[in-house]
């Protein structure tokens, strides 16, 4: 069997990346080792979505129907002792999507599963790796079913694998490990109590801590970690009574716990592989980072992985891009690995203090309640455990980007509102459903017509030059939309202009994945071709792109 791109593992981070694969043009060949009945049996497991990675779901068509799954929790509340300590209120989330969405895996799963089926992709169920060599010109793999093996041929390869992975340690790549945080353990259960059932509670005290997390269906996912005595026979299954015990320990409140539908434990050994890339092999998701269960990053993490990847392996193996491209994945996501287990790190020593001290656990909730009732407070944290402070800033591309003057290379995009001809409601990251790069030039009727119009010519140039690979808008602060060789957008809420602090004639290259690959003044229109070439590749046939430097600088 042949493809571009092999990918191991159909969890979350592996189906999301087949995906995106395919839709970006790649042929793609995704093999788990469990059958399907293994995994949908296996609880629900993860089941947290940020606000962050339901935006970069939204051009793959499925965060719009995960966000109407799943149960919406706008606020989190955080409560030490004998009542509430303080509140995260996540309505003030810079995204259309401020809460945190709480869903079961085998739910994200099929969504994700039905989208594949859209692109014509199977998944080649009960196959493990046997054997995987990189060879000249891509790699070979051994795929062993109950069948027989598979031989398959691809040109790269994306770990997905999980935490069990053995792939990277074949390849020589090392990892680092931290001492693990707790005993933890998760159950699917009906609990009653006195507590708010349709927000994010948390609760710690001297024992450990417990998260509730609620379903739909009137079930809530708890996670809860016990900081007292060894960790507990890894080889014994939990039992409800087990569970009940612990939240007793730890919870001001009664809460009773029935109805369990799963309970499992979980290895909260920190872990972060040195290197995301091995050659023509990629590791993403579980297979290259684990985190503690407390802020449910972990899947998030994992799907942004993805995501970050996938359109450029597309990409290169397409031709279109280059493959220093492929250096940015681990330069990137890399740093987000290092970021969230610094952030985890942080919450989990908060939360040992918390429970080891007594003057400690007295004096941090006063302090938070104070910190917290600031919008300051609220913005950093719910920005932080969104996920929607993620940048690439200070990777190479974007320094060498800066460097050459350009701005916020790097930065996040928010799904902006603006308006075309056929959608006055239109948002950005719908245009992002759409394969490619997005490339805006801000304009204005009150500049010279002649600026205008010779905007309108580099971006038809851009247009033949990059042949439905970079898709040219104008985007007009006042006025009215208009189709064309090149569309006219308007910024019907100015949000360019307040959210993105574009200007008029500055330029905008608008990464797949909803980041900012560059933003470019008017005066530094002539960089343009270098800095699309670090993106993508003209075609041979086509005439090279010349910005009209008189009326652009």
Same mark, same amino acid.
């Given at each position: 069997?042949k493809?571009?791109v092999?990918?191991i593992g ?9 995906a995106?694969?395919?839709?970006h043009?790649?042929?793609?060949l @995704?093999? +788990?080792?469990a059958e ?6 296996g609880?629900s497991?993860a089941?947290?979505?940020h ?5 970069v779901?939204?051009p793959l068509?499925?965060?719009?129907e995960?966000?109407?799954?799943g ?8 409560? %030490? ?6 509140a ?8 259309v ?7 079961p895996?085998?739910?994200?799963e &099929?969504?994700?599963l039905?989208r594949?089926?859209?692109f014509?992709?199977g ?12 060879e000249?010109?891509?790699?070979s793999?051994?795929?062993?079913g109950s069948?027989g093996?598979? #031989? ?5 390869? @994306?770990?997905?694998?999980? &935490?069990? *992975? ?14 693990p945080?707790? /005993?933890?353990?998760?159950a699917d ?14 609760y *710690? ?5 417990v998260?509730?997390l ?5 079930h ?15 080889s014994?299954?939990?039992?409800l ?18 109805e369990?539908r799963?309970?499992g ?15 023509r092999?990629?590791f993403a998701g ?8 407390t802020a449910?990053?972990?899947l998030?993490?994992?799907?942004q ?8 392996l597309?990409?290169? *193996? #397409?031709?279109?891009?280059s493959?220093?491209?492929?250096h940015?994945?681990? &330069?990137? $996501?890399?740093?987000a690995?290092?970021?969230t287990l610094?952030?985890?790190e942080?919450?989990? $020593? ?11 656990r007295?004096?941090?909730g006063?302090?938070m309640?104070g ?5 300051? &407070?609220q ?5 932080l ?10 990777t190479p591309?974007s320094r060498?980007h ?6 916020a290379a790097g930065?996040r995009?928010?799904?902006l /509102?603006m308006?075309?001809m /056929?959608?006055?409601d239109?948002?950005?990251?719908d245009?992002?459903r759409?394969?490619g790069?997005?490339l805006?030039?801000c ?5 010279p $017509?002649?600026e205008?119009?010779?905007?309108? +010519?580099l971006? %038809?140039?851009v247009?033949t ?9 104008l985007l007009l /602060?006042?006025?009215?939309?208009? +189709?064309g060789?090149?569309p ?12 993105m602090?574009?200007h008029?004639?500055?330029l905008?290259? @608008?990464?797949?994945?909803g980041h ?8 530094g229109?002539s ?11 003209t075609?041979a046939t086509?005439?090279?792109l010349t ?7």
């Open positions: 069997m493809a571009d092999l990918v159909a969890g979350p981070t592996g189906l999301v990346a087949a995106e694969l395919r839709r043009g790649a042929s793609v @995704i093999a +788990d080792a399907p009945d293994e995994r949908s049996g609880g497991r089941v947290v979505l606000a962050r990675s339901l935006e779901l939204e068509g499925v965060g719009t995960l966000a109407r799954l149960q919406r929790a706008h606020a989190v509340h955080l409560v %030490a002792g004998p009542r509430r300590t303080a995260i209120e996540l309505h003030r989330l810079d995204t999507h401020p809460y945190v969405l709480v869903l895996q085998p739910q994200l &099929a969504a994700l039905d594949l089926k859209d014509e992709v998944v080649l169920w009960g196959h493990h790796v046997e054997e995987l060599t990189e000249a010109a891509g790699i793999a051994v795929l062993n069948g093996p598979v #031989r398959v041929e691809a040109r790269y390869a @994306i770990d997905c694998g999980g &935490a069990g *992975s053995e792939l990277a340690a074949g390849f020589g790549v090392t990892e680092r490990n931290g001492m945080a707790a /005993s933890a353990v998760l259960v009906r609990v009653d109590g006195d507590f708010a059932p349709g927000v994010v509670t948390g *710690s005290a001297p024992d450990g801590a998260l509730l609620p379903y739909r269906d009137g809530m996912r708890v996670s809860a970690l016990d900081f007292t005595g060894t960790p507990p026979d890894p014994a299954p939990p039992t009574d087990d569970l009940q015990r612990t939240v007793d320990a730890i919870a001001p409140v009664q809460l009773r716990l029935s369990p799963w309970i434990r979980y290895d909260t050994t920190p872990r972060l592989l040195d290197h995301y890339r091995a050659g092999v990629f579980d297979a290259a980072h684990r985190f503690a269960p449910g990053l972990g998030n993490v994992g799907v992985d993805a995501v970050n990847l996938a359109w450029k597309a990409y290169v *193996s #397409r031709g279109l891009a493959d220093s491209l492929l940015t994945y681990h &330069a990137e $996501r890399h740093q690995g290092e970021q610094r952030a985890t942080h919450l989990h $020593r908060l939360l040992r203090r918390q429970s080891s001290s007594g003057f400690f007295g004096l941090s006063p302090i309640r910190l917290l009732s600031t919008a300051t &407070a913005d950093r944290f719910g920005t455990f969104s996920q929607l402070g993620v940048n690439y800033r200070h591309f060498s800066r460097e050459h003057g350009a701005r930065d995009v928010p799904d /509102s308006a075309s /056929s959608d006055p239109l948002r950005l990251y245009l992002l759409r394969p790069y997005l805006i030039g304009v204005s009727r009150v500049q $017509r002649a205008r119009e010779a905007m309108a +010519d971006f %038809a140039q247009r030059a990059y042949d439905g690979l970079v898709h040219p808008y /602060s006042e006025g009215l939309p208009a +189709d060789e090149v006219v957008l308007v910024d019907t809420r100015r949000q360019f202009r307040t959210r602090r574009a008029v004639g500055d905008l290259l @608008i990464r797949p994945d900012l690959a560059f933003q470019l003044p008017r005066t229109a960089l343009l071709p270098n800095l699309l070439g670090a993106w993508v590749v075609h086509t005439p090279a910005p009209t430097h008189s009326v652009l600088g």
